[in-house]
C-alpha cells in the first residue's frame, strides 16, 4: 500500500509547528536577573544646549556675539574679498582667445553624446559679451574718477571692482556696481594693472589697461 504523501507532509509541518512554538516560549522564559541595572545619569543632550544658550544669553555674551556677526557681515558687505593690482604704469593691450576643448565626452541625461572627447567651443559664438566691463580699485579717487568719465553708466558697460568699498562707490557714482570677488574675472583675463577694459572683437576678448 502506498502512503497518502499529502497526509505525511501535513503532518509534518504540523509537527514542525509544534516544535517552534515550544522553542519560542523556552526562549520567552524570564531568566532573571543576569546582572545589576543602573539608571541613566547622563543628561539630555538637547536639554543641555538650551541650558547653555540660557546662560550665555543670562551673561550677554549671546548680545556680544550676535553683535559680532553683524558687523562681520556688514564688512563682508562692504568690502567684499578682494585683490590689489598695482596702477597701470603704461598702456597695455592683449587678446585672450577663450576657446577650450572638451577633455571627455559630454553626455546628456540619456548617455547620448553632445560634445565628444576633443571638442573644441568658444562660448562667445554661444553667447556674446555685449558690454565692455571696466575694472578699477574701488580705493583709488583717480580710479573711480577714470570709471565715471570713460565708462558711462548705461546699456554699452559694466562697471566691476576688484577691491574697495563697494557700497562707498555705489553711492559716489550714483550707479549699479558690480565687485569681482577673489579676482576670478582678473585671473581669468590676465589682467595685471588697472584700470582695466575687456571688450569682445570678433571671436576673440580684446584687453586694455589705461595708464590715467
Known amino acids: 500500500m502506498i502512503p497518502d504523501t499529502r497526509a505525511l507532509v501535513g503532518s509534518m509541518k504540523a509537527m514542525c509547528l509544534v516544535a517552534f512554538i515550544v522553542s519560542f ?68 593691450g592683449f587678446a585672450v582667445d577663450p576657446t577650450y576643448t572638451v577633455s ?19 562660448p562667445l559664438t554661444i553667447k556674446p559679451l555685449t558690454k565692455a566691463l571696466c575694472f578699477i580699485d574701488g580705493d583709488d579717487v583717480e580710479q573711480v574718477q577714470w570709471l565715471e568719465k570713460y565708462c558711462p553708466d548705461n546699456y554699452r558697460f559694466k562697471r566691476i571692482l576688484v577691491n574697495g568699498d563697494f557700497n562707498l562707490v555705489t553711492k559716489k557714482t550714483k550707479s549699479r556696481v558690480y565687485f569681482d570677488q577673489k579676482g576670478y574675472l582678473i585671473s581669468h583675463f590676465r589682467i595685471k594693472a588697472l584700470p582695466a577694459v575687456v571688450r569682445q572683437s570678433g571671436g576673440l576678448l580684446y584687453v586694455e589697461e589705461f595708464k590715467i
Open 25 to 92: 516560549k523556552a526562549l520567552s522564559t524570564d531568566l532573571g536577573q543576569l546582572g545589576k541595572s543602573y539608571p541613566i545619569i547622563e543628561p539630555d543632550l538637547i536639554e543641555t544646549i538650551k541650558t547653555m544658550l540660557q546662560k550665555k544669553q543670562d551673561s550677554g555674551e549671546m548680545d556680544v556675539l550676535n553683535e559680532r556677526l553683524k558687523g562681520n557681515a556688514k564688512t563682508y558687505v562692504q568690502r567684499p574679498p578682494g585683490v590689489s593690482l598695482p596702477k597701470a604704469a603704461e598702456y597695455r
Open 104 to 122: 571627455q565626452d559630454i553626455r546628456d541625461a540619456h548617455g547620448k553624446v553632445l560634445f565628444p572627447a576633443g571638442y573644441t567651443i568658444n
